[in-house]
């Protein structure tokens, strides 16, 4: 399969869909996927016309299984050291200006918990199973889950699912505040491409610097934040859009965002 395959590529208006696929294997995260993920992530970045990310799993069965065990055969350590060392997903999606919404359709266990767990929000189906089953193997999560699971559920139930290995139902992610809404299966994509498209009808400039102020409120100490947001206030006074959403308001129309 190639790489272009292996994730699929689609733009609806400002919207970049991202679907990981491999059904077959539940869209695991092999090497080939990862690089091909990194690919899709970085094009959407550069394209000024996308505005807003779903990323999704193939199929009716998984959002992304993890990371493919197979890979972990016979893998050194100095191997492992060397891949870890590679720019990853988690960071890319984190990282990546433009919001990312996770539609979570299926199994999100190990390293697809922890790609779900780097993006802006999770929208789930009531199909979807949660998981952090690392150390069913003799492992650990190595994706980000240990810090970023208990920035966002707390410690007490990041370890009991850290810990256990246990899957959670939807219901049961909602209730943690894992996910942000549960929707029926069919309902997922339209739910998550509306969310993407009111963001994407925002200016470009703020909801980075939105999400660059807000993501700090987890990683950094609160007068480092304040900070930062009040950097990052004072930028958008420097902004095109802002000229824009200001002037579009006192003349009662929509504002037309130009994006820089
Ligand atoms: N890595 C590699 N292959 C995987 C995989 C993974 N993380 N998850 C699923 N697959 C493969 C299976 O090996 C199987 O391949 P095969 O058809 O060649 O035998 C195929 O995907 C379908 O999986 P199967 O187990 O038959 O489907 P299921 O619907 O009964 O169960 C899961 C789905 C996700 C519950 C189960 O596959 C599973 O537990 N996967 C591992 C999850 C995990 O531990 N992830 C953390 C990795 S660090």
């Known amino acids: 399969m190639s790489e272009e395959q292996l994730v699929l590529q689609e733009t609806r208006g ?5 679907t990981i696929n491999r059904p077959d294997k539940r869209n695991a995260l092999n ?11 970085d094009a959407a970045a550069r394209n000024s016309a996308v505005r807003a990310i779903v990323l999704t799993g193939a199929g009716d069965k998984a959002f992304v299984a993890g990371a493919d065990i197979g890979e972990f055969e016979g893998r050194s350590p100095v191997d492992q050291y060397r891949v870890m060392k ?13 919001p990312v919404i996770a539609a979570i359709n299926g199994f999100c266990l190990g390293g697809g918990m922890e790609l779900a767990l780097a993006c802006d929000i999770r929208i789930a189906s009531t199909s979807a199973r949660f998981g952090q089953p690392e150390v069913n193997l003799g492992i650990i999560p190595g994706g980000g889950g240990t810090q970023r699971l208990p920035r966002i559920v707390g410690l007490g139930a990041a370890c009991r ?4 290995g246990d899957l959670i139902d939807a ?7 894992l996910v942000e809404e549960v929707t029926a299966p069919d309902a997922l994509m339209p739910r998550a491409l509306a969310i993407a498209e009111t963001i994407a009808a ?9 999400k660059e102020a807000t993501r700090a409120a987890v990683s ?26 200001v002037r579009a308001f006192l003349e009662k129309r929509t504002p037309n965002f130009p994006g820089r």
Not at 14 to 18: G, K
Not at 86 to 98: C, G, H, L, N, Y
Not at 171 to 177: D, I, N, W
Not at 202 to 210: I, L
Request: with cysteine; proline share 4%.
């Open 202 to 210: 925002k200016s470009p400039v703020a909801v980075a610097a939105a």
């Open 171 to 177: 219901a049961e992610a909602f209730r943690l505040r």
């Open 14 to 18: 400002s919207v970049a869909i991202l």
């Open 220 to 245: 950094v100490p609160l007068d480092e934040g304040l900070k930062l947001e009040t950097a990052l206030f004072q930028l958008c006074f420097a902004s095109e859009d802002k000229v824009e959403g």
């Open 161 to 164: 699912m850290i810990l256990t």
């Open 86 to 98: 590679q720019p990853t997903v988690f960071d890319a999606v984190e990282r990546i200006s433009k």
């Open 31 to 41: 090497g080939a996927l990862r690089c091909s993920l990194l690919g899709a992530l």
